[in-house]
């Protein structure tokens, strides 16, 4: 240390000593989930405390808080086999999402609260979404909404303290620009509920933070420039030749900026959702289904974070609510490695353009279209639902354990040290040449990916990282096609629909065993690092307990 108490520098990495710069973990700031209800599941508990414990999740998010299976909003008693009496005035009962709410903060999480969906008794339009009939509309009396919100949040400050939850963040809907499916009404009408939802909340305590607009997702066409959605125009994006050549834009974010400077409305964050795909209707009415370049998530962090500093609301926090390599909880490329792979890249890449990126999802306990059909079903998860690791898994728990200040910077990987230990560590990985900085699309089948892993050469990965104490011990782990992969190992069991206990316990232990290997700092106290990585690969470099 300097006697100023400012760290002096003492690591050379490939001989020379580098200027540090800030890295956020923004992979473990949120994760989604996708219901309220869900999280009542004891599989979905065990799953997210094991997800907690191995990443450092802060915050939560998923739908339906005000959904009919929690039973907040209460406009009759509900009579089972007999009459269902309605009340005289509603009852607001929060014993389900108490639960819910107590099993996250006890683990040290908070909720990123997503504020809705209606309950049924309050929407004007029902089951427009989902297997289990989400009701996504605007309420049918604007007050009650208004009181549905108010005492939620007045509930949540007498159980958890003013304090706490002053630290949550109030999302208003979500995807409000996908009508009719999450909202049944006009981009006005959203306009509406936020600024009825925000003054809200700000009268309660003006330092609780509210956002949205929630949207998804970029898109390079005026579809979303209307109150509606206009299929028509859409039709050159779906006929484009080169996709990744036209002028991406967020979905909203501009006018909803506008709609509330204009009326002097709070935001203290903007949420919008970020899948690196499109679906655009062609002039023959079929759907095209685009997938946009590697880089598209930064491109797109890239001009939200400029449009936001040069807003009427330059200090808004900015959360990327959803994330994955595709919106499709039946695409497979989810399973494998190929999905590890890109996730680390983009996440690097991407570390400080937001406040936070919510991987979507942490689980395959997800219920939108129904439970997935099989072990490997391409859901969004991090596990499956018999809790078995992901390689995707794997990759965040090696983002997690590098350090918050970057020692080098590379186009395949990071070289860190931990600010409270000085320890070292580094990620590096082989997103393949051969894929000429090609997004990974989506699959309906598992077979169907593994022409991805065709794609090469390997890469070398050679470092050297001097200061390091003598006789200092790092674990190093390759995750890659043979090891840790798991939805492999099934797809050469000849992908059983309802695996074995026993077939589940080998896909459990395959999951989990990656290359591992140490490497000792020699007494000149620095450490060489050759590894040859194959196509698709992601290693970590840990300094051992």
């Known amino acids: 240390m300097k006697s100023d108490g400012a760290f002096e520098p003492r690591f050379r990495i490939d001989g020379e ?39 450092g999740i802060r915050y939560i998010r998923f739908h339906g808080v005000f959904h009919d299976d929690m039973f907040v909003y209460r406009g009759s008693y509900g009579g089972g086999f007999g009459p269902n009496t309605p009340l005289a005035s509603p009852v607001y009962t929060f014993s389900y999402v108490d639960k819910v709410f107590d099993f996250l903060v006890d683990r040290g999480v908070r909720p990123f609260v997503e504020l809705g969906f209606m309950p049924r008794e309050l929407a ?68 509406e509920l936020y600024e009825q939802t925000v003054r809200a909340i700000k009268k309660i305590d003006p330092a609780l933070k509210v956002g949205g607009p929630a949207t998804s997702v970029f898109v390079p066409d005026d579809r979303y420039k209307g109150e509606t959605e206009d299929r028509s125009a859409m039709l050159e994006t779906a006929g484009a030749a080169d996709v990744d050549a036209l002028d991406w834009r967020p979905v909203w974010i501009e006018d909803f900026i506008a709609w509330c400077a204009e009326r002097e409305l709070p935001i203290d964050f903007i949420s919008t959702h970020l899948y690196p795909t499109d679906f655009a209707y062609g002039a023959d009415g079929e759907g095209v289904h685009i997938t946009r370049y590697a880089d598209a998530t930064f491109d797109d962090l890239t001009l939200l974070r400029k449009l936001v500093q040069t807003s009427a609301y330059p200090d808004a926090e900015i959360h990327i609510t959803e994330w994955s390599t595709s919106p499709s909880a039946r695409d497979f490329i989810h399973d494998t490695l190929f999905a590890a792979t890109y996730i680390t890249r983009a996440y690097l890449k991407c570390a400080t353009l937001a ?82 900085m090609r997004g990974l699309g989506s699959e309906n089948a598992y077979a169907a990916t593994r022409a991805l892993a065709e ?90 307990a």
């Not at 782990?477 to 059983?496: C, F, I, K, Q, T």
């Not at 020699?522 to 970590?540: C, H, I, R, Y």
């Open 17 to 55: 000593l580098r200027d540090e710069s800030a890295l956020p973990h923004i992979w473990s700031e949120c994760v989604g989930a996708g219901r309220a209800n869900e999280a009542l599941r004891a599989d979905w508990q065990q799953q997210f405390a094991e997800v907690v414990t191995a990443l």
């Open 124 to 191: 004007t339009a029902t089951e427009t979404v989902f297997w289990w009939g989400a009701h996504c509309s605007p309420p049918k009396d604007m007050a009650r909404w208004v009181e549905l919100v108010t005492r939620s949040v007045e509930h949540w400050i007498d159980r958890y303290g003013l304090a706490e939850v002053r630290e949550w963040r109030f999302e208003v809907w979500n995807e409000p620009n996908l009508v009719p499916h999450f909202w049944t009404g006009t981009k006005t009408e959203y306009f």
């Open 355 to 436: 406040d936070s990126i919510a991987y979507w999802t942490f689980t395959d306990v997800f219920e939108e279209g129904g439970a997935g059909i099989g072990p490997f079903h391409g859901g969004f998860g991090l596990v499956n639902e018999g809790g078995i690791h992901k390689p995707a898994f794997h990759a965040f728990t090696m983002l997690e354990r590098l350090g918050d200040r970057l020692l080098l910077t590379t186009s395949d990987g990071v070289v860190t040290r931990d600010s409270r230990t000085s320890a070292v560590s580094a990620v590096f990985f082989n997103y393949p040449e051969d894929m000429a």
């Open 455 to 544: 794609m090469g050469p390997s890469r070398r990965i050679h470092h050297s990282i001097g200061g390091l104490e003598p006789g200092t011990t790092f674990l190093v782990e390759v995750l890659d096609w043979e090891h840790g992969n798991a939805a492999e190992a099934w797809y050469r069991l000849g992908s059983p629909l309802n695996p074995s206990r026993a077939e589940s316990k080998y896909l459990s232990k395959v999951a989990d065993t990656l290359l591992r290997f140490t490497l000792t700092v020699p007494d000149n106290g620095v450490l060489n690092l050759d590894v040859e990585l194959t196509p698709w690969a992601v290693m970590s470099l840990s300094q051992s």
